[in-house]
């Protein structure tokens, strides 16, 4: 199961047998869920086997095609009782919607991973780093964005701020030393950095 996705995992099973329908709500077992669709029709019938899966086993969400992210967390909850979710990806979030989902990921206990990756502007940069280092439990970032613009810098942070878990920290859009120095005044646990630089003041 581990290979497969929750949902399909649902559809083949849920309806065999009492053995299969016990297995599959058994706290034992945890889903990856992966919404990469191209069809209403497609998304519409996974989403409904997702809604039959018990919130406290799913494992990861994988939100990997722009029109039915925001169609998939409207009706979603992203909340405590998400108590396993350990892992995010999102592929071309809207700027809005991910401001909204960073903040109902702080209700989330385990989350430990982040994959953020957007063809679209993400303007407001320094809200979506103090959002994300408000999460508790998250080790690994990785932020991949095209264009970025920051109409408020991300300040350092001071003595009474909360300093984020994170270890691996990977930054693919252009940024200074000085943004870089900001995010990881936040971010004292890296060990493992990646970042692309682009300062005509500061040349490599």
Sequence with gaps: FDYLDGCDIHRAFSNLNYHFYQLLNSSLLLYKIKFNFISDDLFLNNYQHMKS?????????????????????????IDSSLDHLQSIYLLNIQPDTLLILLKNCIH??????????????????????????????????KIISHQFKTPVPLPFATDNQQLSMIEHLIIDYSITFSELAAILSYTPKVYHLKF???????PI
């Design 196 to 202: 692309w630089h682009q300062d005509l003041n500061y």
């Design 53 to 77: 899966i018990n919130p406290h086993q799913i494992f990861s969400l994988n939100l990997s095609f722009e029109l039915y992210i925001d169609k998939f967390l409207s009706p979603f909850n």
């Design 108 to 141: 989330l206990p385990r989350l430990i991973s982040l994959n953020i990756v957007s063809v679209h502007q993400l303007i407001d940069l320094c809200q979506i780093y103090l959002l994300i280092f408000t999460l508790p439990k998250l080790k690994y970032l």
